[in-house]
DNA sequence: GCGGTCTGCGCAATATTATTTCAGAAAAGA
DNA sequence: TCTTTTCTGAAATAATATTGCGCAGACCGC
């Protein structure tokens, strides 16, 4: 279970982590309002459970050659867990995929691709992933713009509604 | 332009902090092969540039108690730019919203959400997105599952190009 | 109320790390 | 070749992370 209760103070190191994950250990608990030590250790704490998951560097795809995102929208012809298993194994061994998530619908799949260029994108595309076994149709969406781009969770809405219930 | 050149090196740093953005200095350096000033000297470059645009703590919604992610697609009756652009704003003033992407093709913009039920998700959805200027339909789908979530790029890729290219 | 236990804090000490300084080696150009 | 530029790494210093420990408040059964 996500049992164990987090207080005011853990959901600011959560906020501020996720705001800035190199935040060091004294500034932020100078910012949350306890001591380094206590700090540290329940930063320590919110990643052993789970809370925290990661840390990484938000590094820009353009600025490295990447000028194309793309979001594809894949139905399969077979919904059965064993298919859904075996697109995802797949999907997570292209390193141009790198976000694959389920939904419910239509769609079975939403892939958010990224590719150096256009050549090497449709390439993946023809021979990967619409040749894949039991893919049925994909549709895709180039990326014009990205206007917000913030992944997590909105820590204002977790605490206008923790100050609601109590 | 982004024209400054990075070598070996950096691209390595990108790979290692994309990876794992809490590592220290004194880690990165080894695992790079070079000593901790220079490596130091190029992260603090890096980012300058913008090749590392932040740091994140990566935090598990459902652990915070945000069990709905939902991908919205989204058609709007005008695509002017100025009509563009204040849809834009509005997207990022929705908490809710975590992501908004503009695509090509039918679709105008895609939006990642997260919200912590479904009820909360569906008022956003009447009073907030679809009852919005210049909204001409929305298209959502609940995530049911996650399979593959790396956002940036795959350094697998940047390196065989390179080696490719010499 | 009174001890016992549990939890979490912060001080202080120590180990690591970040950062600056600086001199020297390799690459580029006249 | 000599200069200029650029980048490296050793050493010193500043800052930070981490550990150990004593203390205060909360909770519990008596």
New interface residues.
């Given amino acids: 279970m996500?049992g164990a209760r987090?207080d005011e103070i853990d959901r600011k190191i959560?906020a501020e982590?996720?705001?800035?994950?190199?935040m060091t250990n004294v500034e932020l608990a100078r910012r949350v309002g306890i001591s380094a030590p206590p700090c540290l250790r329940r930063v320590r704490a919110l990643e052993e459970?789970?809370?925290?998951?990661?840390?990484?560097?938000?590094?820009?795809?353009?600025?490295?050659?990447?000028e194309v995102?793309v979001?594809a929208m894949v139905r399969l012809h077979s919904q059965s867990e064993k298919d859904l298993s075996a697109f995802?194994a797949r999907?997570?061994e292209w390193?141009?995929?790198?976000?694959?998530?389920?939904?419910?619908?239509e769609?079975d799949?939403?892939l958010?691709c990224?590719s150096?260029d256009l050549p090497t994108f449709q390439r993946f595309l023809t021979e990967g992933l619409t040749s894949a076994d039991n893919v049925a149709s994909v549709?895709t969406?180039?990326?014009?713009?990205?206007?917000?781009?913030?992944?997590?969770?909105?820590f204002?809405?977790?605490e206008s509604?923790a100050a609601a219930a109590s």
């Avoid at 390193?95 to 619908?105: A, D, F, K």
Wanted: hydrophobic content about 40%; aromatic content about 8%; some cysteine.
């Fill in positions: 996500t987090l959560l982590l996720q705001a800035d994950g190199r459970l789970g809370f925290i998951r990661s840390y990484h560097a938000k590094v820009e795809p353009r600025e490295l050659g990447f995102q979001f995802e999907a997570r390193p141009l995929v790198r976000e694959c998530h389920m939904l419910n619908g769609i799949f939403i958010k990224v150096p549709k969406s180039l990326v014009i713009r990205c206007a917000k781009d913030e992944p997590g969770v909105p204002d809405i977790v509604r």
